[in-house]
């Protein structure tokens, strides 16, 4: 209802997943070397791991943008709460793979000669797991035997797993330490800067349409960072709430003051009597005066709740 508003074509600050909006920093371009070196040198497990509402999803969806533009045979999982036939089911069916058989031994023996002819004809498959942290012990370890499918110098899968800093921790354990010693690369998603949460939102903005003209004070930007800590998916519905606010008050401009609300509206700052101060040099982000992950998990249910309502909402694209 506001991009005629402030001149754009799209919504910028979708929660989606989007590859259009990857934003690059040096971690995330480190990252995405990672995980793309992994797969083309076939070194077997990448494992990608990141802080909650920090890009990790829309990274992968750039990779398997870029996998199928190779051609690359790909499994994408992101249902991770699957027994292991449940998990084995789903990933021959997203490789495609025919077979009526459920037998566990059936199943192993028609990947096994699917990847091998894949392999004799210089390609390779890769199987990606989003929300690994939830996958159980019992689904990991089916994983790891799976990259005992081989030849004698290459493996003949490629799996990436991803997830919070939790699946770091499960990977801890003593029973998943062969698990742990067959992950060959690892790579993090991190919270942005300042500066790249300033450029994180104009290239955001660029790309939904706008034409240059700010939108966004620079102090609003900075209370943004502020209040979100860097983290990508909270700046997103600070800045479309933000938008929604200006748009109602017929704000062309969005400043400190529109950011402070929809904070506190979001319960961001515990004191909410306090003015608004943007944080001096060296402020990193556990020095907010909020418990960032319980803030991340309220917007993250307030935004799958706003998705849902927009998707029952019987004016739907009449706005």
Request: glycine share 6%; proline share 5%.
């Amino acid at each position: 209802m506001y991009k005629e508003f402030y001149g754009l074509r799209a919504n910028p600050f979708n929660v989606n997943p989007d590859p259009r909006y990857l934003f690059l920093t040096r971690h995330t371009e480190e990252a995405l070397a990672c995980l793309t070196y992994g797969i083309q040198s076939r070194k077997g497990f990448v494992l990608l791991t990141g802080e909650v509402g920090t890009g990790k999803t829309t990274l992968i969806n750039k990779l398997l943008e870029w996998l199928r533009l190779q051609q690359v045979a790909t499994a994408f999982i992101f249902n991770s709460r699957l027994n292991v036939p449940q998990f084995l089911d789903y990933m021959m069916a997203d490789f495609g793979i025919p077979g009526e058989s459920k037998a566990k031994s059936q199943i192993l023996l028609r990947l096994y000669n699917w990847l091998l002819d894949r392999y004799r004809g210089g390609e390779t498959a890769v199987l990606i797991v989003d929300e690994a942290q939830n996958l159980s012990d019992e689904v990991l370890e089916e994983i790891r035997m799976l990259t005992n499918l081989e030849t004698f110098t290459e493996k003949l899968l490629q799996i990436v797993l991803v997830g919070q800093p939790e699946l770091e921790h499960k990977l801890k354990q003593p029973q998943l330490r062969q698990l742990r010693q067959r992950l060959t690369l690892r790579a993090k998603t991190h919270a942005l800067t300042l500066e790249e949460t300033k450029a994180y939102v104009q290239q955001r903005l660029r790309i939904a349409g706008s034409n240059g003209q700010p939108i966004f004070d620079p102090d609003a930007l900075v209370a943004i960072h502020h209040y979100a800590a860097g983290v990508p998916r909270v700046i997103n519905l600070l800045c479309e709430h933000c938008l929604v606010s200006g748009f109602v008050d017929q704000q062309k401009i969005i400043g400190p003051a529109v950011v402070d609300t929809v904070a506190r509206d979001f319960d961001l700052n515990d004191n909410h009597s306090a003015p608004l101060a943007a944080p001096g040099p060296g402020v990193g982000a556990n020095q907010n005066n909020f418990d960032l992950v319980d803030a991340l998990r309220t917007l993250a249910t307030l935004a799958d709740r706003l998705r849902e309502e927009e998707k029952d909402s019987p004016t739907k694209g009449k706005l």
